[in-house]
Every structure is written in structure tokens, then in C-alpha cells.
């Protein structure tokens, strides 16, 4: 058994200044204060990848300069799922018994740190090095594949599409710490850049610096408290030449593994917080989740379903399309938010139902890798 005792998450955008520890360091600390803490008392580091800091021990070089010293403390890289799967590891480590408090967390000067060419060729290099990285194809690319492909198989739209990057926003809009806060319309994302065919500006998430970070612990701290009911994994594939059928994608694996760890169905949850580093994404995986039939989300959301006052809030802050990207801890803000929604904390953003129980759902590379998690609030 396991519990998230404590959050911190930066504002995301533009940090000048600042290096990948000080983001990190900055939420790490807001985290332990909100877990009301010391850090003496952190006996377990989990920390994620940095692209501008990429140190093969970069768990213990935060360590350091953070100024503690982990009975267990080490890195993981799995792409975006990673902010989950550290959680799902630290709710491990906890429940083993292996560390009291776990620190997890993730933060990079994306923006600042390098530049905008050494970013895109950084996150290309998911591709297959021999069939898929000499072609030139970028992270949209790969997923403007994916988009046409699924765009034809259900009957989905670009103007569908566009429908996921309005609601981001509208739920930015919020958010102090949201990177972009303007509203937009379908006509404003139809009429952005084009990037990679179908997608344009609008539907791809920005970079960001940013830094989130969250305390797992072995037992309750406050009341409401949050648990980590149950979580799983699956990974299909690495390449997207190799992507399964839409039928066998590993988002509805991880759940059902989840669902078997947790006990739960979707019918129990009452808010989500999901990936969408582009509309596709989060198109995509609401239907692979069950949350939404095929082809069917885009209509939901223009109904109010998954808006902040409808029947299935989701993504409160504004997700990685409207609050930020900036690496691992761009899907750690989405938890973040569900616990601060959970506990009664998400002030201006707060929807007006109640949360026993919400579901987080994190995509790594080209919708490879998934991380399912129910989370309960208990008292």
C-alpha cells in the first residue's frame, strides 16, 4: 500500500536562468512541504531523464545537490510514461517496505537549456536508427502517421481533433502556471501552421521548462489522504513501423492490468488525467481507455462530457497541450492536479463533484509504452 503525501509543480514556460536540478530542485522541495516533511526524512529518489542534462547517474547527481542521501535512489527512462512508472515503482519500493518516502521527480530547461534543433533531433532519436531516423521524420511526424492512419479507420476529423486542443486550453485558461492561457476556437487550431499532416501547430503540445515532483509514502499523511489503489504496464512495440492493430494497443493492456491490481472498472472513476502530447494522442488513448467510444470522443467533449463542470472532468490544469511539455515532468503534472482535485485543493479549477476515485494513464515514444493507474481517496 502506497500514498501520494505531497505535491509540487513550477509554473512551465520560459525559466531563464535556471539548469535542469534547479527545476527540479524548486518542485522536489515544494513537494516535501506540501508532504509536510524534511528532507531528512526522504529515504527514496526516483528521478527521470533530462535531455539539456543528460547524466548517466543523474538520480544521485540531484541527490547531491539537493542534499540528501537515499537508502534507494535511481533513474528510469521510458519516454513520457516515465513520471508513471516512477510512480508505480515508488509504490512498490513503498509498499516493499524498502524506503518510508519516496521523492519522484522530473524537471528540464527544454526550452532555455538548448536549442530548438537540438531538441527536435533529441526526441526523433525514438525512431528506428537504421528504417526510421535517416528518413528525417520528428515526434510529430511519427504521430501525423498515426493520425492519418487512425483518421481513416474511424472516420475522425481534423476539426475533431481540433476539439482537444479547445478544451486544453479552456481549462488553462485557469491555471497561473499554464505556459499558454488564451483561448482558442476549432477555427483558430484549423488555421495554425501546419506541422505534419493532419496535424498543425495547435494540436501539438509546446516545449517547456518545468519541474513537478510528488512524495509517495508507505502510510497517510492529513486527511483526505490519496492511494495508489493499483497500477500497470505494458509496452507493444518501440518503432513506429512496428505499431500493432488499433485493436491491440497497449493502452487497454496496461488498463486491464490495472484493473485486475486495483479492483476497479472505468465505471468507478469520476476524473481523469491522460497523456496528450497531441489531439491524436488523447483522441486516441480515451477510446483505447474505454472512456470514450471509437471514433466518438470528439463529440463527447463538444457536449461538455470531459469539461471541468461535466460528467468526466479531465486534464483540470490544461494538459501538456495548454500548461506544458517539459519532459518527464510534463504527464507528472497531470497528477499533481488529480490529487490536488481529489483533496479538495484545486481552488478556481476545483469541479463541482466529488472524486473518490480518478484515473491516470501515461504514452511514452510512439504510444509504446503505458502506465495505468487508479488512484482512491481515503479518509
Known sequence: MSFITGVGLTAYGRHDGKSTLDLM???????????????????????????????????????????????????????????MAMMMLAHHVADAGLARHVLVVGGENRVTGQSRDASIQALAQVGHPDYEVPLGPTIPAYYGLVASRYMHEFGVTEEDLAEFAVLMRGHAVAHPGAQFRDPITVADVMASKPVA?????????????????????????????????????????????????????????????????????ISDVSYAGIYDSFTITLAM??????????????AMVR??????????PLNTHGGLLSYGHCGVGGAMAHVVETTLQMTGRGENRQVPHDIPVA?????????????????????
Open 285 to 298: 488513448l480515451l477510446e483505447e481507455l474505454g472512456l470514450a467510444k471509437r471514433g466518438e470522443a470528439a
Open 303 to 312: 457536449d461538455g462530457h470531459f469539461g471541468r463542470g461535466g460528467a468526466m
Open 359 to 379: 484515473l491516470l494513464h501515461g504514452d511514452g515514444g510512439v504510444l509504446s509504452s503505458h502506465v495505468s493507474m487508479f488512484l482512491e481517496r481515503v479518509r
Open 197 to 265: 499532416s493532419p496535424l498543425k501547430l495547435l494540436d501539438c503540445c509546446p516545449v517547456s521548462d518545468g519541474g513537478a515532483a510528488l512524495v509517495i509514502s508507505r502510510e497517510p499523511i492529513g486527511d483526505p489522504a490519496v492511494r495508489i489503489a493499483g497500477c500497470a504496464q505494458a509496452h507493444t512495440h518501440q518503432h513506429v513501423t512496428r505499431i500493432p492493430a488499433f485493436d491491440q494497443m497497449g493502452a487497454a493492456l496496461s488498463l486491464g492490468r490495472a484493473k485486475a491490481a486495483s479492483r476497479m472498472d
Open 25 to 83: 530542485s524548486e518542485a522536489a522541495s515544494l513537494a516535501i512541504a506540501d508532504a509536510r516533511l524534511a528532507r531528512r526524512e526522504i529515504d527514496g529518489i526516483l528521478c527521470g531523464y533530462s535531455t539539456t542534462m543528460p547524466h548517466i547517474m543523474l538520480a544521485t547527481v540531484f541527490a547531491e545537490h539537493f542534499g540528501i542521501r537515499p537508502a534507494y535512489c535511481h533513474a528510469v527512462q521510458v519516454g513520457g510514461a516515465t513520471g
